[in-house]
């Protein structure tokens, strides 16, 4: 679930018979946010869930922080060393895309499917495009925003 960039924000709670300490650090270390051991009450559980969702919107509400880049998602807002940047709307939903992936590598595929939709027939080149866009915009920061040869691309903070 983690490596898939479509669930990877996902809340995992690992319910288990298993109750030692090494399987709940196996666990959590594997990507879990919270481990339960069976038998556990009802109560317990739904608690547990109700935390982890409410970290989770807490996050959300928070934003995104690459280095000194900041995206607010509710005011589709975005910040470079506290000066906003204008950004069109797929602009934005392409930023917004890769900073809930940062690190990972994303396919161009991946990138028109959930931006552009998966009814979208253009060519992959639209995405390097727009690519090239948010890079000028981010001026000095440009490369944050790497590109994985054959692949497609993925956002870092820059060394």
Not at 1 to 26: H, Y
Request: hydrophobic letters at 35%.
């Amino acid at each position: 679930l983690r490596s898939d960039p479509n669930s990877s924000t996902i809340p995992i709670l690992i319910a288990s018979a298993k109750g030692s300490e090494f399987d709940k650090v196996i666990g959590l270390d594997e990507g879990a946010d919270d481990y339960i051991v069976k038998p556990f009450g009802m109560m317990e559980l739904v608690s547990r869930i109700k935390a982890l969702l409410r970290r989770s919107i807490k996050s959300k509400e928070e934003g995104l922080k690459c280095g000194s880049l900041k995206l607010e998602e509710k005011s589709r807002t975005v910040f470079i060393e506290g000066k906003k940047l204008e950004l069109s709307k797929k602009e934005f939903d392409l930023l917004y895309f890769l900073m809930r992936h940062v690190n990972q590598v994303i396919t161009r595929e991946q990138i028109l499917e959930k931006i552009w939709g998966y009814s979208y027939e253009g060519e992959t080149r639209t995405v390097d495009v727009h690519i090239g866009m948010l890079r000028n915009k981010l001026e000095n920061h440009k490369n944050y925003i790497k590109t994985v040869r054959g692949i497609g691309y993925k956002l870092e903070k820059a060394e």
